[in-house]
């Protein structure tokens, strides 16, 4: 996860912008490769995706062209104390965080601490001084349960930056909000985070 070294002594010593994308088991998950391939064509971007395991259902591997992490690989990375803790090491990595979709479930573990897989660790040890990016997406009647306002809510409070749901027709058949905002909503929120950041910098 070090940043990449410049291949000529001459060349300017900038380092790529770096953007975990976070992904949990929404059907929105589907957008997952377009997402990742409008952040990438956002200039000195590198993204990494981390998946929880019902993620995975909804979107194939080979259609995500950048590193793609999951449980797995935080278990088989540490066999003893020298070697990287990976949750640890993706929290150093990124510079913001972006979770799309999110699902009531991550939302609720994450509202209230809970830390059981590679994703929620990584948010558990998140450096608040970097913008963590959220976009629910889950059907209309989870959606209006009062719960999900207080852990919405929960997640503001952390200094999150929620990127509202829409009312739509969703997958399920149901009419109404929920679905995770659209793939160019995103992307837009992501650069204005970004050039905020550059410009609070120069
Ligand atoms: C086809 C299908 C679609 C689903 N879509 C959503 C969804 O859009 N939003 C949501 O909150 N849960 C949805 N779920 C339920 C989650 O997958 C389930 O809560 C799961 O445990 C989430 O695990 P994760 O948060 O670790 O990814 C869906 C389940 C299935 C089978």
């Known amino acids: 996860m070090e940043p990449r070294a410049t291949s000529s002594a001459a060349a300017p010593l900038r380092r790529q912008f770096h953007v975990l994308v976070g992904v949990t088991g929404s059907v929105a998950a ?3 490769p377009l997402l990742v391939s409008k952040l990438l064509d956002i200039p000195d971007l590198e993204v990494a995706v981390v998946t ?7 979107y194939s591997p080979r259609d995500v062209p950048v590193t793609l992490y999951s449980d797995a690989d935080e278990w088989e990375m540490w066999k003893r ?53 959220f976009c629910p997406a889950m ?51 992501v650069k204005e985070v970004l050039s905020q950041g550059s410009s609070q910098q120069s």
């Not at 965080?97 to 009531?104: I, Y």
């Not at 479930?105 to 994450?110: E, F, S, W």
């Not at 009647?141 to 749901?165: R, S």
């Open 52 to 58: 929880t395991e019902r993620a995975k259902h909804f």
């Open 81 to 133: 104390r020298s070697d990287p803790v990976l949750h640890i090491d993706l929290r150093r990595w990124a510079d913001l965080m972006l979770v799309a979709p999110l699902d009531a479930n991550t939302l609720g573990k994450v509202a209230s601490g809970i830390c059981d897989n590679l994703l929620t660790c990584v948010i558990r040890a998140w450096d608040r001084s970097k913008p963590l990016l």
């Open 139 to 189: 059907n209309t009647a989870m959606w209006e349960h009062p719960i999900t306002e207080q852990q919405v809510g929960q997640l503001k409070d952390f200094g999150y930056i929620e990127i509202p749901c829409v009312a739509k027709k969703l997958v399920c058949g149901d009419q109404g909000l929920g679905a995770m905002a659209e793939v160019g909503t995103i992307v837009g929120k």
């Open 30 to 32: 589907l957008k997952l």
